[in-house]
C-alpha cells in the first residue's frame, strides 16, 4: 500500500474518455490504475503526466476479452495497492459499420466478449475485493455503456448498441445484488463523444457529422463523460444506484 489515498481501477484509460477520467480522478486525490490493452506508450506517458503533478498513477496490461489476463490484473493491483475502491468499467470496441446481415459469429462474439463478459469479469474481481460479505470496505462501480444502447445502431453496428444494452440490464441487476455489500453501481452513458474510437469503426468524422442531429448542437468532449462518471464513484452519490446517467447533448 502507498498511502491511504482511494484506488480507481479504469479500464482503456490509455487514451479518449479512459484517460480524462484517469486525469479527473488523481486530480481528486485517487490513486488511479490505468489498464490498457495495446498502446502501452500512451499509458505511461499518461502515468508520467499524472505523477508530474505529485498524483498517483500506474499503468496495467491486460485485454480484459481475456479471464487469465483480467486476473493477472487484479493479482498485481493487490501487490500495488492492496486495496481497490472504485472500478471503472470503460474499455469497449466498435467494428466497422456494418449491417447485420453482413455480421460474421466471430465479429459479434467478439464484441459481446470484450463489451459484455470483460466488463462482467472485472466487476467478478472488484466484488471479491470490495463486497463486505468478502471482508471488503464497500465501493463503487461505473460502468460505461452508449447511448446506442437506446438508439439501436441500426445501419452502423447493432452489435455495439446490443452489447451496451447488455451493460445497461448488468448493472441494473449487479445493483440490486451489490447493494448490501456496500458497492453501489451506476451506468453513464455518452452519446457521441470526440475521441479515437470513431477512427476505429471507420467514421473519423462521426462526431462532426452527428452534431446537426443532437440537440446541444455538438459531440461532447470526453472531460465532460469523466465529469459524471466521478460524481457516480463519489460518495455525493451515496444514495444513487442502479442509475443511468445519459450525458449525451439531449439525443
Ligand atoms: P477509445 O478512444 O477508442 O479508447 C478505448 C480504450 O479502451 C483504449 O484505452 C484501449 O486501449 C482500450 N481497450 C480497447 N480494447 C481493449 C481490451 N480488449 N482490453 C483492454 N483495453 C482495451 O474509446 P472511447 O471513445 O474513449 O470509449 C471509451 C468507452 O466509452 C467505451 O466503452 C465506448 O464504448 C464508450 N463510448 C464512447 C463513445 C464515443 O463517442 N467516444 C460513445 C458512447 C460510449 P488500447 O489503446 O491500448 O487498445
Known amino acids: ?63 480484459i476479452g481475456v479471464e487469465a489476463e483480467i486476473e493477472a490484473m487484479f493479482a498485481a493491483l493487490d501487490a500495488r495497492f492492496g486495496r481497490l475502491d472504485v472500478l471503472v ?27 459484455v463478459a470483460g466488463p462482467f469479469i472485472c466487476a467478478r474481481e472488484a466484488i471479491k475485493r470490495m463486497a463486505l ?13 452508449s447511448a446506442a444502447a437506446h438508439r439501436g445502431g441500426a445501419n452502423e453496428y447493432v452489435d455495439y448498441a446490443a452489447s451496451k444494452g447488455a451493460i445497461d440490464t448488468f448493472s441494473e441487476g449487479l ?16 452519446g457521441v463523444i470526440r475521441t479515437e474510437i470513431h477512427a476505429s469503426g471507420g467514421r473519423p468524422d462521426k462526431p462532426e457529422q452527428s452534431a446537426k442531429g443532437i440537440p446541444l448542437g455538438r459531440a461532447g468532449e470526453v472531460e465532460e463523460i469523466a465529469g459524471g462518471i466521478l460524481w457516480l464513484a463519489s460518495s455525493e452519490a451515496s444514495f444513487t444506484t442502479g442509475a443511468v446517467l445519459d450525458i449525451d447533448g439531449g439525443v
Request: with cysteine; aromatic share 4%.
Open 1 to 63: 500500500m502507498i498511502d491511504d489515498r482511494p484506488v480507481m481501477l479504469i479500464t482503456g484509460g490509455s487514451r479518449g474518455i479512459g484517460a480524462a477520467t484517469a486525469r479527473l480522478a488523481a486530480s481528486r486525490g485517487y490513486a488511479v490504475a490505468i489498464n490498457y490493452r495495446a498502446e502501452r506508450e500512451a499509458a505511461e506517458r499518461l502515468v508520467a503526466e499524472i505523477e508530474s503533478k505529485g498524483a498517483v498513477a500506474w499503468a496495467i496490461q491486460a485485454d
Open 133 to 145: 460479505q468478502h471482508g471488503g470496505k464497500g465501493g463503487a462501480i461505473v460502468n460505461v455503456s
Open 175 to 190: 445493483a440490486k445484488e451489490l447493494a448490501s455489500d456496500g458497492i453501489r453501481v451506476n451506468v453513464v452513458r455518452p
Open 89 to 115: 468499467n470503460n474499455a469497449g470496441i466498435v467494428d466497422q459499420v456494418c449491417r447485420v446481415e453482413a455480421m460474421s459469429f466471430e465479429r459479434v462474439e467478439r464484441m459481446m466478449r470484450i463489451n
